[in-house]
Nanobody, 122 residues
Framework: QVQLVESGGGLVQAGGSLRLSCTTTGLTFSMISMGWFRQAPGKEREFVAY???????YYADSVKGRFTISRANAKNTVDLQMNSLKPEDTAVYYCATLYSGTYYQSASYKYWGQGTQVTVSS
């Protein structure tokens, strides 16, 4: 059974940092490309960051230079280090496994975690 569990969300002031982690089970993790998405209230889910099975990374323009995605295959985890957080980063953050298609489209992903709330106060 495939499971993805996000952790590390919370409340932080603008300019602060958080590190999100996604722990996976039931996957051959080292062969899976992973993505982070977020969804703010009243908005559609949007792409944040992606890391391929062999370590290639891509970021949304809105987070480039502030967020870093990484993976630890030995631990079956993918992390998202978020620095210089802004109030507009407030959202529920989700990790997901890429199934097929374009990395920045949510429809390309098969398995999703339950999400973790990130709130950035001004």
């Amino acid at each position: 059974q495939v499971q993805l569990v996000e952790s590390g969300g919370g409340l932080v002031q603008a300019g602060g940092s958080l590190r999100l982690s996604c722990t996976t089970t039931g996957l051959t993790f080292s062969m899976i490309s992973m993505g982070w998405f977020r969804q703010a209230p009243g908005k559609e889910r949007e792409f944040v960051a992606y890391i391929s099975w062999n370590g290639r990374t891509y970021y949304a323009d809105s987070v480039k230079g502030r967020f870093t995605i990484s993976r630890a295959n030995a631990k079956n985890t993918v992390d998202l280090q978020m620095n210089s957080l802004k109030p507009e980063d407030t959202a529920v953050y989700y990790c997901a496994t890429l199934y097929s298609g374009t990395y920045y489209q949510s429809a390309s992903y098969k398995y999703w975690g339950q999400g973790t709330q990130v709130t950035v106060s001004s």
